[in-house]
Antibody, heavy 123, light 108 residues
Framework: EVQLVESGGGLVQPGGSLRLSCAAS????????MNWVRQAPGKGLEWVSY????????YYADSVKGRFTISRDNAKNSLYLQMNSLRAEDTAVYYC????????????????WGQGTLVTVSS | SSELTQDPAVSVALGQTVRITCQGD??????ASWYQQKPGQAPVLVIY???NRPSGIPDRFSGSSSGNTASLTITGAQAEDEADYYC???????????FGGGTKLTVL
């Protein structure tokens, strides 16, 4: 059974840092691209970042570029999101999500999601 | 602002058919995927690609696309289908992912 379990959320002051983790199990983690997606309270979903299976290709949403860093450790079956210079608008539930295995150049999707971890940026 | 546009809210009578739409220029090049999210839960994939359903998703859910518009159709809506629905695809660059603003579906 595929499982994605996020951790590391919490309360942090504006300008502070936090590192999120996503522990993967039930599949060959090193074969899959991964993403972070967030959802501010009462708001919609916002894609945050993508990392390829090897970690060689990375993309970020404009809203977090230069402040957030995605990484992975395939030996530990883990995905990470280092968040620096946090702002109030970064307050959200952060989900890790797996790229679907049948993705093509015209069809991308997230087939499994974790339950999320809440990040609150407030003084 | 989102590059994918969805109606904020749609309602449907129990057992009737409802279509939820998603508009965006990138949909001329990329298929949309659709996610169902109930309160306090993580999103769940319901449709991807041309019209593919993951295992466990009822066949009353279907997807289609025409021009710059992708659609999620629920044929014979059930009470348990009441949820928020989000479309997702690529942005105009093709590298970044983008979600629509979401549609709140009410089953009357």
């Amino acid at each position: 059974e595929v499982q994605l379990v996020e951790s590391g959320g919490g309360l942090v002051q504006p300008g502070g840092s936090l590192r999120l983790s996503c522990a993967a199990s039930g599949f060959t983690f090193s074969s899959y691209e991964m993403n972070w997606v967030r959802q501010a309270p009462g708001k919609g979903l916002e894609w945050v970042s993508y990392i390829s299976s090897s970690g060689s290709t990375i993309y970020y949403a404009d809203s977090v570029k230069g402040r957030f860093t995605i990484s992975r450790d395939n030996a530990k079956n883990s995905l990470y999101l280092q968040m620096n210079s946090l702002r109030a608008e970064d307050t959200a539930v952060y989900y890790c999500a797996r790229d679907g295995p049948a993705a093509t150049v015209t069809s991308y999707y997230f087939d499994y999601w974790g339950q999320g971890t809440l990040v609150t940026v407030s003084s | 602002s989102s590059e994918l546009t969805q109606d904020p809210a749609v309602s449907v009578a129990l057992g009737q058919t409802v279509r939820i739409t998603c508009q965006g220029d990138s949909l001329r090049s990329y298929y949309a995927s659709w996610y169902q999210q109930k309160p306090g839960q993580a999103p769940v994939l319901v449709i991807y690609g041309k019209n593919n359903r993951p295992s466990g998703i009822p066949d009353r859910f279907s997807g289609s696309s025409s021009g710059n518009t992708a659609s999620l159709t629920i044929t014979g809506a059930q009470a348990e289908d009441e949820a928020d629905y989000y479309c997702n695809s690529r942005d105009s660059s093709g590298n970044l992912s983008v979600f629509g603003g979401g549609t709140k579906l009410t089953v009357l």
